[in-house]
């Protein structure tokens, strides 16, 4: 072997260190970069629109679910609510039976239809979106560490809904885990029941429901 083989052969093995090297610390950026689903803002506090967040974990599907009766002219409407939660806050969940600091929960609501297709009973969901909210856990920016925002479009930044709105209130006098409504995530609602993380204001609405029966 000549010296200025073994002279290339050492460039060749430096060359090929220096590239594992760089591409160990190149992963942990690029895996950063994937994970785009905690809560961001703009300048005026209005909320980012999470992106792709149908490939999120799904939680659950409601139809015609409101705190208040429907109103006049809206009898024969339907809506189908679906919710969906990113996938860190998930896994956070199944593990300790509540949510973390950063939870994005998404609920879109989209129209029935019962006729279409070869479709003769029932309802399925219109491919539009007619409205989008979002329930937040943001502790270093909210002082319920909760709040929400309605999003005119999936593509356009969230308003927040005032703290003095119904829905505050609401959830939380009646939601099962950490003011949200875990008690109509069927998959989520054992796992907080195992964890013993349902909250006293919850408790009660089930023994009184129980004991009217």
Not at 170 to 194: E, G, M, N, R, S
């Amino acid at each position: 072997m000549t010296a200025n083989f073994r002279t290339a052969l050492a460039a060749f093995f430096l060359l090929v260190a220096g590239v594992a090297i760089a591409a160990a610390f190149h992963t942990p950026s690029a895996a950063m970069a994937a994970t785009t689903t905690a809560p961001a803002y703009d300048k005026d506090g209005k909320m980012l629109p999470p992106t792709k967040y149908r490939e999120w974990v799904y939680l659950t599907t409601g139809i015609d679910m409101s705190y208040f009766p429907k109103p006049a002219g809206m009898e024969d409407h339907s809506t189908f609510d679906n919710v969906f939660v990113n996938p860190e806050s998930y896994r956070s969940f199944l593990a300790t039976g509540t949510w973390p600091d950063k939870t994005v929960i998404v609920l879109e609501a989209r129209a029935a239809q019962s006729k279409g297709s070869i479709n003769q009973h029932g309802h399925f969901q219109a491919g539009g979106i007619m409205d989008m909210e979002v329930h937040v856990k943001d502790e270093a920016h909210f002082p319920g560490k909760w709040a929400f925002f309605s999003f005119d479009s999936a593509g356009g930044n969230g308003t927040l809904i005032p703290q003095a709105a119904n829905c505050y209130s609401c959830h939380t006098a009646h939601a099962a885990v950490d003011t949200t409504f875990v008690q109509f995530y069927p998959t989520l609602l054992p796992i907080a029941q195992k964890k013993g993380t349902l909250s006293e204001a919850f408790v009660k609405d089930e023994a009184a429901a129980s004991a009217a029966k």
